[in-house]
């Protein structure tokens, strides 16, 4: 199994640009979540899905925007790329609730100048 | 509201030394606890969990964690670190009260010395 896939590994934006970090399962997961990660911060929760057609806001969801069309697939929208959007994303999955482990991506790290 | 804290930004032990990093958190209810280690440039990855019975659990890699209810904390130990063992360390929390969310610390770094 390819566990959670994340594509791309690196990308430069310019202010102002739009672009979709994919994410995409093989595990039949119901549970999706998209992090993003900043030096001394941690993870901070973006945006999570439950299921097909089910999202949700997490703690930081100003700036981006998610559809869950498919269980497999659960892509991020970055519409108008802020310097502050500058930050490692993490896909993540799991098959249960919240005494399942999380599945994670290698990551996106993100550059908007 | 449901938050981790992690009092240790870096930690530097030497080879073989014993470890144990901090892990405190904030929840009204049963806490479903993880800690997390990352390598440079990787995802998370699952060291242990904690979500009933037993209060002492074993891990991946040699690490155990303790919960203590009435410290509401959830210590990660090991006895005799390696170098391979450098790396970023995450705590967790499960919260099913706010639709499977799971809070994260800031991390602690640990340096392993030769």
């Known amino acids: 199994n390819a566990g959670v896939t994340q594509t791309p590994k690196f990308r430069i934006l310019k202010i102002g640009q739009s672009m979709t970090l994919q994410c995409t399962q093989d595990?039949?997961?119901?549970?999706m979540y998209w992090y993003r990660q900043d030096p001394g911060m941690g993870l901070k929760l973006i945006y999570y899905s439950v299921g097909a057609g089910i999202t949700d806001k997490g703690e930081v969801p100003n700036g981006y925007n998610v559809s869950r069309s498919t269980t497999e697939d659960f892509p991020l929208r970055l519409e108008l790329a802020a310097p502050s959007q500058t930050s490692v994303y993490f896909c993540a999955s799991t098959a249960g609730w919240v005494d399942e482990k999380l599945f994670f991506g290698s990551g996106t790290q993100l550059s908007v100048l | 509201a449901q938050s981790v804290t992690q009092p240790d930004i870096h930690i530097t032990v030497s080879e073989g030394a014993s470890l144990e990093l901090r892990c405190n958190y904030s929840y009204g209810a049963t806490p479903y606890l993880f800690w997390y280690v990352q390598s440079p440039g990787q995802g998370l990855q699952l060291l242990l969990k904690?979500?009933?019975?037993?209060?002492l659990v074993q891990g991946i890699k040699g690490f155990e964690a303790e919960f203590k209810r009435s410290q509401s904390s959830f210590n990660l130990r090991k006895p005799s670190v390696h170098w391979s063992d450098a790396a970023e360390y995450f705590c967790a929390v499960g919260a099913r009260n706010t639709g499977n969310q799971f809070y994260f610390g800031t991390g602690t770094s640990l340096t392993v010395i030769p």
């Open positions: 904690y979500f009933s019975g037993d209060t």
């Open positions: 595990m039949n997961h119901n549970y």
